[in-house]
């Protein structure tokens, strides 16, 4: 049965009043709206609403100028937030990039597949952009993308790369959004209880992984080097996954206010996120498909950059 915006109301209130979070192990306030400062780890890198001057590494010596003139139109972030109460905006309400994906610089950061490395060095996957895991069942850290509400300009570029570990991060609360392998099948069942999700079709393509030349003196050194990477057709998400979704799906409380069930769930855990796409026939991204797929063939530090 389908969760209507009343039943997700009358669940979240049930919650509020009885004083406690159904959330199977995201450690969230369900009032708190994304801000999950409190029980972040110091070890998280994901904390973009710090300044980037202190952490940017500035070795890169471009005098590249970042056109910002259209960063308004496709992403929401600290200068252009205005939602009440305070957390990320409704999902899909900026302009999709040329793939017809919304949001995917601001608003909520998102999971990767990857574990975190310090560079590109020694990626093994530029054939195929699959996850660079080195084996491992569970990364120490991942790889966010994309940024958040809470993030300055300079830290929403489409190469910009944070990490976290599975249980943990900072300011900027992760969310989900999904990939599917191109023949891999849709859990129609599950996807018939959601209301904002649909899925695009990303054709497969070459593209330059990392830093471009545009904005190079504001990219950090896990940046580089840049390295030329393939990646197969792929299904994605076209919009973040929305709380009313996540609930749907997971039965788990999301991080948002009662009165904004298609704000994206957010401060969502890594296997929670995982759990979340296999429900739908899909999995979280690797961070060459993040990338690839925000770019859309656009090699500036935004995509909306002409």
Not at 133 to 139: D, F, L, P, Q, S
Not at 265 to 285: D, H, K, S
């Amino acid at each position: 049965m389908k969760i209507t915006t009343q039943s997700f109301l009358a669940m979240l209130l049930f919650v509020s009043f009885f004083g406690f979070t159904a959330c199977g192990g995201d450690d969230t306030d369900a009032s708190s709206d994304g801000d999950a400062d409190g029980d972040s780890d110091s070890d998280s890198d994901s904390d973009s609403d710090s300044d980037s001057d202190s952490d940017a590494d500035s070795d890169n010596d471009s005098d590249n100028e970042v056109d910002y003139s259209c960063i308004d139109d496709i992403a929401w972030h600290r200068d252009n937030i205005n939602t009440e109460p305070v957390g990320p905006a409704d999902v899909g309400t900026k302009e999709a990039n040329a793939f017809g994906l919304y949001d995917m610089l601001g608003n909520v950061i998102e999971w990767t597949a990857d574990c975190y490395h310090d560079t590109y060095d020694g990626y093994p996957n530029a054939d195929t952009g699959a996850a660079w895991t080195e084996g491992a069942a569970i990364c120490d850290m991942y790889v966010l993308r994309g940024g958040c509400y809470a993030a300055p300009l300079d830290t929403l570029r489409v190469s910009r790369r944070e990490s976290a570990t599975p249980t943990s991060y900072g300011t900027c609360a992760p969310g989900i959004r999904c990939a599917r392998d191109e023949d891999a099948a849709l859990n129609e069942d599950n996807m018939a209880l959601t209301q904002d999700l649909d899925w695009v079709l990303v054709p497969g393509g070459t593209f330059q992984m990392g830093c471009t030349d545009e904005g190079a003196s504001e990219c950090r050194t896990n940046e580089f080097p840049v390295t030329e990477v393939t990646v197969p057709s792929f299904y994605m998400t076209t919009v973040e996954a929305s709380a009313i979704d996540y609930y749907a799906i997971t039965g788990l409380t999301p991080n948002v206010d009662e009165s904004t069930p298609q704000r994206p769930a957010n401060g969502i855990w890594y296997e929670n996120a995982q759990a979340f796409c296999e429900a739908l026939g899909g999995r979280i991204p690797t961070e060459a498909e993040w990338e690839y797929a925000a770019r859309a063939d656009n090699i500036n530090a935004y995509y909306c950059a002409e």
